[in-house]
């Protein structure tokens, strides 16, 4: 079993439409909890980045995080076409040595 | 606004053969990572630079793998000889520091084993 669990999808869905994309993990040492975001042919970029528990909004991204069930979410309202890409979630341990456990990553279409 | 570069983007050579990429992180930048990217998987951590020292290298295949950033500014990440299960995506990253900073990666280069 790997650290980190995510369903490759695909995940479609007609624009507008309110999106939730999840990660389980294994490892209860994570602390730090990101999203990026990958387009095709290009590098990850950095969406979000919550430590510990809560939620965290920013723009039409909110980022959830629930340690204890080891479960992540990241949800986006009024999906947009442009929002097609890959999703990919990482996670990393406290003290350690910051290098992100990333997930497989869910490929995300959103059709006009 | 400042990015990483990597060259080069595409890469298609014969199995044994050597290959080279580089990667220019963002200015200032004192850590430098080189990831692995199978494709539909996510990224997965060769080799870790702070300034010119490597930091991390536990999974680099240093049989056939090797890096090198002997400014502490570019790096090269080397591969001889190249196998069919090397292909895949090689991104660099960069961050201020190793502790809490965010990574910044760079486009990658596609390598094709044939």
């Known amino acids: 079993q790997k650290e980190v669990e995510q369903d490759p999808g695909p995940l479609s869905v007609p624009e507008g439409a309110i999106v939730s994309l999840n990660c389980t993990y294994s490892?209860?040492?994570?602390?730090?909890f990101m999203w990026y975001r990958q387009y095709s042919r290009k590098g990850p970029e950095l969406l979000m980045y919550?430590?510990?528990?809560g939620n965290k909004e920013d723009g039409r991204f909110t980022a959830q995080v629930d340690k204890s069930s080891k479960y992540i979410s990241l949800f986006i309202r009024d999906s947009q076409p442009s929002d097609s890409a890959t999703y990919l979630c990482?996670?990393?341990?406290?003290?350690?040595?910051?290098?992100?456990?990333f997930g497989r990553g869910t490929s995300l279409i959103v059709h006009p | 606004e400042a990015e990483v570069a990597q060259s080069p983007r595409y890469k298609i050579t014969e199995k044994s053969q050597a290959v080279a990429f580089w990667c220019d992180p963002i200015?200032?930048?004192?850590?430098l990572y080189w990831y692995r990217q199978i494709l539909g998987q996510g990224p997965e951590l060769l080799v870790q630079?702070?300034?010119?020292?490597?930091?991390?290298d536990s999974q680099l295949p240093k049989d056939r793998f090797s890096a090198e950033r002997l400014k502490g500014v570019d790096s090269t990440l080397k591969i001889q000889p190249a196998e069919l299960g090397d292909s895949a995506m090689y991104l660099c990253?960069?961050?201020?520091?190793?502790?809490?900073?965010?990574?910044?990666f760079g486009p990658g280069t596609r390598l094709t084993v044939l």
């Open positions: 990253a960069s961050s201020l520091d190793r502790v809490t900073d965010t990574q910044y």
């Open positions: 490892n209860s040492a994570f602390q730090y």
């Open positions: 919550t430590y510990s528990s």
């Open positions: 990482a996670m990393t341990v406290s003290g350690g040595s910051y290098i992100p456990t």
């Open positions: 200015s200032g930048h004192a850590t």
């Open positions: 630079f702070q300034d010119e020292s490597v930091v991390d």
